[in-house]
């Protein structure tokens, strides 16, 4: 099955920086890789996904880029603010087949002011 | 986007009983659902696949006589955690796919805690 693998673990940043987070995957046959943001205690947020024709999407502060020869994807976030701190998953999915979704191990970032 | 209600939000039971949680699609019918657990600091596992009508699909590691899950209409799926036990203490979040090409929404999960 699908194997989708998160760095780093935590992250901190200053206010203002950028962060970024990468994933790879193993099954080449993935097509869908969606971002999801979870505050303590709540329900995972998406906050952006790609699809495998697409190399690059942007969305204000927000961007993620798939490189699909490689099998790995990444996430921008630009000037960050104290709110984007949270943990952050990584998923893919064959939206063809279940769509079920495997997500990365998280990343835990932290934005200081 | 589809509206997933998940109750109850948290639960406290003794070792030994059986707990039961539901996953409601408000406005719109899935004919599949998924169930993930986790743990603290950790990531989303997925637990098993939930399909309206017939058996649910249960991944590697997962016992099926002990989570028991039921999806008897197009708007519900339940799991049951049966003679918990303290290891089974863990955040609990049931998701529902969207239409063709659209992202999966989450039920705002179920802390269990089994004491």
Redesign the interface.
């Given at each position: 099955g699908e194997n989708v693998e998160q760095h780093p673990s935590t992250l901190s940043v200053q206010e203002g920086d950028s962060a970024v987070i990468k994933c790879t995957y193993s099954d080449s046959a993935s097509n869908y890789f969606?971002w999801y943001k979870q505050e303590l205690?709540?329900?995972?947020q998406?906050i952006i996904?790609i699809r495998s024709n697409v190399g690059e999407k942007k969305d204000q502060r927000i961007a993620v880029t798939l490189n699909k020869t490689a099998k790995h994807f990444s996430l921008h976030i630009t000037e960050t603010q104290p709110e984007d701190s949270a943990v952050y998953?990584c998923a893919a999915s064959i939206?063809s087949s279940?769509?079920?979704?495997?997500?990365?191990?998280?990343t835990r970032l932290a934005v200081r002011p | 986007g589809a509206v997933v209600s998940q109750h109850p939000s948290r639960v406290i039971c003794k070792s030994g009983t059986s707990v039961k949680i539901e996953c409601r699609s408000l406005d719109f019918q899935a004919t599949t659902m998924f169930w993930y657990r986790q743990f603290p600091k950790q990531s989303l596992m997925l637990m098993a696949t939930s399909n309206e009508g017939s058996k649910a699909t249960y991944e590697q590691g997962v016992e099926k006589d002990k989570f028991l899950i039921n999806h008897a209409s197009l708007t519900l799926s339940t799991l049951t955690v049966t003679s918990a036990h303290p290891e089974d203490s863990s955040f609990y979040i049931c998701s529902v796919l969207g239409t063709a090409n659209t992202e999966a929404f989450f039920g705002q999960g179920t802390r269990l805690t089994v004491v």
């Open positions: 969606p205690g709540k329900r995972p998406l996904d998953f939206r279940g769509d079920k979704l495997t997500f990365g191990t998280g | -």
